[in-house]
């Protein structure tokens, strides 16, 4: 990303983290676990589909990546949504 810009890349990491708060892994992260919660609940993708989709060769890192940002598994996530999802259908 820094050779994209011309940028050396302790330079460019500091502007990033200058600019946005964030370091260049953690923002790429976060733009992850969103696309990641987003394939969690519109779809019936594995999560290690969804892993593989994200860039992670690794699924035991996506897991612990996932975890550290939304403080439960993929797994988790989705059963607590559709649980969510379905009081909020029969409540309406």
Do not use: W
Not at 57 to 66: A, G, K, L, T
């Amino acid at each position: 990303l820094s050779q994209e810009f011309g940028y050396h890349e302790k330079y460019f990491s500091m502007l990033f983290k200058k600019k946005t708060g964030k370091s260049v892994k953690k923002y790429i992260d976060d733009i992850k676990m969103e696309r990641a919660r987003y394939l969690l609940l519109n779809t019936d993708a594995y999560v290690s589909e969804i892993a593989e989709q994200l860039g992670y060769e690794d699924v035991q890192n996506f897991y612990h990546v996932f975890k550290k940002a939304a403080n439960c598994t993929p797994s988790e996530f989705r059963r607590i949504y559709d649980t969510k999802q379905m009081e909020k259908i029969t409540t309406e």
